[in-house]
Nanobody, 124 residues
Framework: QVELVESGGGLVQAGGSLRLSCVAR????????MGWFRQAPGKEREFVAS????????RYADSVKDRFTMSRDNANNTVLLQMNNPKPEVQAVYSC?????????????????WGQGTEVTVSS
């Protein structure tokens, strides 16, 4: 059974920075493309970023380009999401997801496993 556990959420000031982590347990991590998605209250879940299995390629939603950076550490089964200069509109519950033998697309339906999420609140 694959388990994804996020951490690092909390309160951040607009213009500050925050780093989210997601650890995968019970998985051959290198076989999974990974993604970050978020869902704000009353809104649909939306794609934030993804990374291919070997970490060579990343993809970002237009709304977070140049502010967020996703990376992975395959030796420690971890993906990170560095959030720089966040704006209040990015506050949401952020979840990581794993896509077995996938390419790390932007569609949630393609992902096989999901974490419980970590909440990010941005104060202005």
């Amino acid at each position: 059974q694959v388990e994804l556990v996020e951490s690092g959420g909390g309160l951040v000031q607009a213009g500050g920075s925050l780093r989210l982590s997601c650890v995968a347990r019970g998985a051959t991590f290198i076989r999974y493309a990974m993604g970050w998605f978020r869902q704000a209250p009353g809104k649909e879940r939306e794609f934030v970023a993804s990374i291919e299995k070997n970490g060579d390629s990343t993809r970002y939603a237009d709304s977070v380009k140049d502010r967020f950076t996703m990376s992975r550490d395959n030796a420690n089964n971890t993906v990170l999401l560095q959030m720089n200069n966040p704006k209040p509109e990015v506050q949401a519950v952020y979840s990581c997801a794993g896509e077995f033998e996938g390419s790390g697309g932007s569609q949630a339906i393609d992902y096989d496993y999901w974490g419980q999420g970590t909440e990010v609140t941005v104060s202005s």
